[in-house]
C-alpha cells in the first residue's frame, strides 16, 4: 500500500540520516578533536572555527530533519507491535534530548568559538572547548543509541 511504501521510506531516510549523523558526531568527538585540541592555541583556535564554518552548515539542517522524521516514523508506526512503537519512540526522545543539548550547550558554544579572538584567555577557550567535547560526546553517544534503536525494528521486521 501507498502508506507501507512511505513508512518504508521514512524508516530507510531515518536510519541513513541519523546514522550518518551519529558517525559524524562519534567520528569528531573520537577521532578529530583530541587530535585538533592538542595543537597550539593559534592552530587550535583557526581549527575549530574553520570546522565550524563546515559543519555549522550542515547539522543546523540535519539535526532538525532527523527529529521531523524520527516523529513521522512514529506517527506511521502506530499500528506496529508495542515494542516496535517503543524503541521508536525511545530513538525520537535521544534525538530530541540532543537537540535540546545542542541548542543549550553546544550552539551558545560554537557563538563564542566563532567571534574568538586570539587575544582572549587560552584557559578559558580551553575549558570552553573541553565543555563541548563532553557534550559532542553525549550527542554522539545518543544519535548511535538512535540508530540502534532505528535499525532494530527493521531487522526483527524484516525476518
Avoid at 541513513?16 to 587550535?44: D, H, K, M, T
Avoid at 506511521?76 to 541548542?103: K, N, P, Q, W
Wanted: hydrophobic letters at 55%.
Amino acid at each position: 500500500s501507498r502508506r507501507e511504501d512511505v513508512k518504508t521510506a521514512i524508516e530507510l531516510l531515518s536510519l541513513l540520516l541519523v546514522g550518518w549523523i551519529a558517525g559524524a558526531e562519534l567520528g569528531s568527538w573520537c577521532c578529530v578533536q583530541p587530535v585538533v585540541a592538542r595543537l597550539p592555541y593559534e592552530q587550535f583556535v583557526a581549527a575549530e572555527q574553520g570546522m565550524l564554518r563546515t559543519f555549522g552548515r550542515i547539522m543546523p539542517v540535519l539535526m532538525p530533519v532527523s527529529a521531523i522524521l524520527a516523529v513521522a516514523l512514529i506517527i506511521l508506526s502506530r499500528g506496529d507491535t508495542r515494542f516496535v512503537f517503543g524503541l521508536r519512540v525511545a530513538a525520537a526522545c535521544c534525538i530530541a534530548v540532543t537537540v535540546v543539548a545542542t541548542l543549550l550547550v553546544n550552539v551558545p558554544i560554537n557563538t563564542q568559538t566563532a567571534s574568538w579572538q586570539l587575544t582572549n584567555d587560552p584557559s578559558a577557550w580551553q575549558q570552553m572547548r573541553e565543555r563541548w567535547h563532553f557534550f559532542q560526546g553525549v550527542r554522539g553517544a545518543l544519535f548511535a543509541a538512535a540508530f540502534v534503536l532505528l535499525a532494530i525494528p527493521l531487522v526483527v521486521t524484516r525476518r
